[in-house]
């Protein structure tokens, strides 16, 4: 049973409730009675109290009843009633500085051509400035109401979310404009910016720094603590995240610079997610140059269902090309992803194939067909230990010869660029995926050497978050199971990125990259596995000491430390700052590709692991197998 003074905040939230329907033209009287009043407080400022009446002419009525028709009806056509008084703000302020201005304009020329000398010309000019602080004041004033009300409701409810706010910067004031209105009690802020301490954000107590996080949480009984600092990055970020997490609450972020350039709004809080705790700088892409590369063209993507695939087919749409080609071995993936460019993209064309890159008579037949002007061979075969033993074979047709294959079939057809992603698993590799994908970047190079018309380029990267066979999903499955989570090695560390980053940055390569190039995505900082381990324990609300952690020793083929580049590599900058383009001594290597393209009629049968990593040492001679 609530007490009795929540009980009449309910009843009249319920009374608000049924009188919303009819807003417009409650507010039109209200409006009405608001313009009458400072019309007449209007009269008792400029006459005094002794004559504020009995000064007025005797037409004064109508003239009123006329300046208040008159306001209404600007107030109508500027859509003033379409306002919503509880979440009133600059905007609608500003709304009513018009309306108020332009009907006063109005009304005093048309008392002045009608002749009604007896209306005080202060009155016709002083009204107007009235009736703005009165309407605005009145919507304030309904504002302040509502918030206490949706506060009254929420503190004495058995379930009510109570938030401490981590940033007392532009982002904060923008969350709690709007999230208080959605039955959250805000009862603090923190901030290291000794500045905003013992100040206010919203009416809500910036109560210290972010150390005394755990203090507070305990003392004023929060339910949830969100981040609102979305363009703290890097190692802050993770202590924040890390400090927020340490208090055992669930927490909430706004959405990322990157999320809010996209069009999210602040107010809209999710669920840490892991990529929040790379803390990467959002992709600043050159739009028009990609819009000019992609726009009203063919493309093609191979593994068009595959992870990075299917996020190229989405980002690729966004420019309007002409025809998306879908090349695409598995049926499931192809049909998720039409369906989902479908729904997306309805007016884009959309050629869905099934095929295989190890099939070259296929491919050619698929791109004289359809004459792709952009090719994004993403098709590969790319988990390390199941590509390291009795899949050698395999691994060397898909990603080695198919890519070939599909360079092959594009030069034929005439496209204008034909871009191959990579992995950083190329660089001094250990293991066969990460051999087979070195060769794939030099069947690039010699055919970018060729004199096609064709411009060849390989773009590189580190791991992706949330891909398939990421260690991410991994992790989690394990943690949702109650553990243990396997890591391989306590020192082992790895690039990472998000999906759509990497994906918008492959598109940005295509449109600036050069025959012959391999362009490095710029990574950022190495995360260390078992601490990645550790924050997705945290997030999914346990204490470290509640989910064991086991290593359980590299795997076949596995480095502690992947590269983005050998030790004899250099890098040029590109116009984008996360791309560089690698400089590679490939003349020797060219040559060996060259003459295993025209030896490689054995590869069309199925060879044992030893004899395909044979082969690759002659092709790759930095590979040094780490098992078979």
């Known amino acids: 049973m609530p007490p009795p003074d929540s009980t009449l905040w309910h009843r009249l939230d319920a009374a608000l409730r049924r009188l919303r329907p009819h807003r ?3 507010s039109l009287v209200l409006d009405a009675l608001v313009i009458a009043a400072c019309w007449n407080f209007t009269y008792l400022f400029r006459l005094g109290f002794e004559r504020w009446w009995s000064a007025r002419p005797a037409y004064d009525g109508w003239v009123l009843l006329g300046i208040v028709a008159l306001y209404l009806v600007v107030f109508v056509v500027l859509g003033v009633p379409r306002g919503m008084w509880r979440f009133s703000g600059f905007g609608e302020i500003k709304r009513l500085t018009i309306a108020c201005s332009l009907a006063g304009a109005l009304a005093a020329v048309i008392v002045l ?8 010309r202060a009155v016709l000019a002083l009204h107007p400035v009235i009736t703005l602080f009165g309407l605005a004041s009145v919507r304030l004033a309904y504002r302040m109401l509502y918030e206490h009300l949706r506060a009254q409701i929420a503190g004495g409810a058995p379930h009510a979310r109570r938030a401490l706010v981590l940033g007392a910067g532009d982002a904060a004031r923008l969350l709690l404009a709007g999230i208080q209105h959605q039955g959250w009690v805000v009862i603090g802020v923190l901030d290291d910016d000794a500045a905003k301490q013992r100040t206010r954000v919203a009416g809500v107590p910036v109560l210290g720094a972010l150390e005394s996080l755990p203090d507070l949480a ?11 600092m979305p363009s703290v990055r890097g190692a802050r970020r993770r202590r924040v995240i890390e400090l927020a997490t340490g208090t055992g609450l669930p927490v909430l972020t706004v959405p990322s610079a990157q999320e809010l350039l996209e069009g999210a709004t602040v107010a809209r809080v999710r669920s840490i997610q892991p990529e929040d705790l790379l803390g990467r700088e959002p992709v600043v892409l050159d739009e028009a140059g990609i819009a000019e590369c992609l726009g009203g063209k063919t493309v093609m993507i191979t593994g068009a269902g595959g992870s990075i695939g299917a996020e190229l087919c989405r980002q690729v749409a966004r420019y309007g090309p002409a025809r998306l080609v879908l090349y695409e071995l598995s049926e499931f993936n192809l049909y998720t992803i039409e369906q989902e460019l479908s729904e997306s993209f309805p007016h884009l064309p ?7 890159v190890k099939n070259l008579e296929h491919l050619r037949r698929a791109m004289a ?3 792709p002007h952009i090719v994004f061979h993403a098709a590969a075969y790319k988990h390390v230990p199941l590509m390291e033993e009795h899949n050698a074979w395999a691994a060397l047709q898909n990603n080695t010869l198919g890519t070939w294959h599909a360079a092959t079939a594009a030069a034929d057809a005439g496209a204008e660029r034909f871009v191959l992603i990579s992995t950083d698993k190329a660089v001094n590799p250990t293991n066969v995926m990460g051999a087979t994908k070195r060769a794939a970047e030099m069947v690039v190079s010699h055919m970018a050497s060729q004199g096609h018309a064709t411009h060849f380029m390989a773009v590189r990267f580190g791991n992706v978050l949330g891909s398939s066979g990421s260690v991410v999903p991994k992790f989690k499955e394990q943690i949702a199971r109650g553990g243990p989570v396997t ?5 082992i560390t790895r690039y990472f990125m998000t999906i759509p980053e990497a994906a918008r940055l492959v598109v940005q390569a295509a449109a600036i990259g050069a025959s012959g190039q391999v362009l490095v995505l710029e990574m950022g900082e190495p995360v260390k596995l078992v601490e990645l381990a550790r924050d997705l324990i945290r997030l999914a609300g346990h204490a470290p000491s509640d989910i064991r952690i086991v290593f359980s020793g590299l795997r076949p083929g596995e480095k502690l430390y992947e590269e983005l580049l050998a030790d004899g590599d250099t890098t040029l900058p590109t116009a984008v700052r996360q791309l560089r383009v690698a400089r590679l ?8 590709v060259a003459e295993w393209l025209v030896g490689n009629a054995w590869a069309t049968q199925a060879a044992d692991d030893p004899a395909v990593r044979e082969c690759l040492r002659q092709l790759v001679p930095e590979f040094v197998a780490t098992s078979g």
């Open 218 to 228: 305990r003392s004023l009984d929060a339910t949830h603590v969100i981040v609102a």
């Open 369 to 371: 067909r359809w004459r």
């Open 350 to 356: 959309l050629a869905r194939l099934i095929g295989d």
């Open 24 to 26: 417009q033209p409650l």
């Open 113 to 120: 051509m009608a002749e009604l000398r007896a209306v005080p």
């Open 585 to 592: 001594d490939d003349a020797a290597a060219r040559g060996r």
């Open 487 to 491: 890591v391989t090695h306590p020192d």
